[in-house]
């Protein structure tokens, strides 16, 4: 299950560097008369919500991903939270930072 760690921590530095890149658009709205629009301001006030929207998705992913690892580190890693069992390595390529198998998910 250790050979998922690379795979794991290179999604958290790619989640690192967005979040970096996307860090100005999520800045507070200018909201000068003069110097913008009224239109303006509204597309950059809803940049800037989507831009708040993607931040929190990805700090929630980020989450899990850092979960994942602990569990690594603790030996729980590829076992279900809720009844213990395997999770599929299916369901694991397709998703290192899944805590529950496939039956208990739904």
């Known amino acids: 299950m250790r050979r998922f ?6 999604e958290l530095a790619e989640i690192d560097r967005l979040s970096e890149e996307n860090a100005a658009w999520s ?7 003069q110097s913008v629009g009224r239109v303006s301001r509204i597309d950059a006030m809803q940049m800037q919500a989507m831009s708040q929207a993607v931040q929190r998705r990805r700090a929630g992913r980020r989450q899990l991903l850092l979960q994942a690892l602990k569990r690594m580190d603790e030996g729980e890693f590829g076992y279900c ?3 213990g069992e395997e999770i599929a390595l299916g369901r694991l390529n397709v998703d290192p930072g899944v805590i529950a198998c496939v039956r208990c998910a739904e």
């Open 5 to 10: 760690r690379p795979r794991i921590e290179e």
């Open 27 to 33: 800045a507070p709205v200018e909201l000068d008369q």
């Open 81 to 83: 939270s809720e009844c």
